[in-house]
């Protein structure tokens, strides 16, 4: 993966969220939203240094839950990991932005899942078979990270919860009971908590 300053990363103009109906927190209606954001009319690498900042552009990112029966995988985000001002927050969600490279610069959908697969495989090794399903979108503007980024939510469903991390920034990893997030709610970072209440059935 390239560093921050010279990544090109997969973006969708803002105004089309809002066409499609701007949301807070979490939809399961992604397909809706993903049919019509990733087309290559709409799809654009742009420098990641220029729109950390800008609500101009939303920046995908796949975010996969990695389920076990019960269970799910879980960590605690370090200084390796890209977003510093996640640091220090536990987190369910395995991912991260759709690099131009990793993408071989293609737009549409197919481009897409290419980058989502090379990133998990690059932070995670799956030791388990298991499928993996669209569960959502996350949209979070209450906060700095979230107005520039639209979270892809994924959950992959293991056989077996085998999962070892690859990276150091991926710290504390381990998989943990879903009954007992909700009492550790308030540890983990914004769209790890939006799928606490709303895709795990925590409420």
Same mark, same amino acid.
């Given at each position: 993966m390239s560093s921050t300053s010279s990544e090109r990363v997969l973006v969708v103009p803002a105004s089309e969220l809002d066409r499609l109906g701007r949301f807070q927190g979490?939809?399961?209606?992604?397909?809706? *939203?993903? &049919?019509?954001?990733?087309?290559?009319?709409?799809?654009a690498y742009r420098p990641r240094s220029e729109v950390e900042d800008d609500p101009n552009w939303k920046q995908l990112i796949p975010y996969v839950v990695l389920r076990?029966?019960?269970?799910?995988? &879980? *960590?605690?985000?370090?200084?390796?990991?890209?977003? &510093?001002?996640l640091h220090r927050l536990r &987190?369910?969600?395995?991912?991260?932005?759709?690099?131009?490279a990793d993408a071989e610069g293609g737009c549409g959908r197919a481009a897409y899942d290419t980058a989502m697969a090379r990133e998990l495989a690059e932070e995670v090794d799956v030791q388990s078979r298991g499928v993996m399903t669209l569960a959502g979108l996350i949209n979070d503007d209450s906060t700095p990270v979230g107005s520039v980024h639209l979270g892809v939510v994924h959950v992959f469903e293991l056989d077996a919860p085998r999962v070892v991390p690859r990276e150091e920034g991926l710290a504390d990893s381990r998989f943990v009971p879903i009954a007992e997030l909700p009492t550790a709610r308030d540890e983990f970072e914004t769209w790890s908590r939006f799928c606490i209440d709303e895709l795990l059935g925590s409420r």
């Open positions: 979490f939809r399961a209606d992604a397909e809706r *939203y993903l &049919s019509a954001l990733l087309t290559p009319e709409l799809m076990a029966g019960a269970a799910v995988f &879980s *960590y605690t985000r370090g200084k390796s990991q890209g977003e &510093s001002r &987190s369910l969600g395995v991912g991260g932005h759709v690099d131009e």
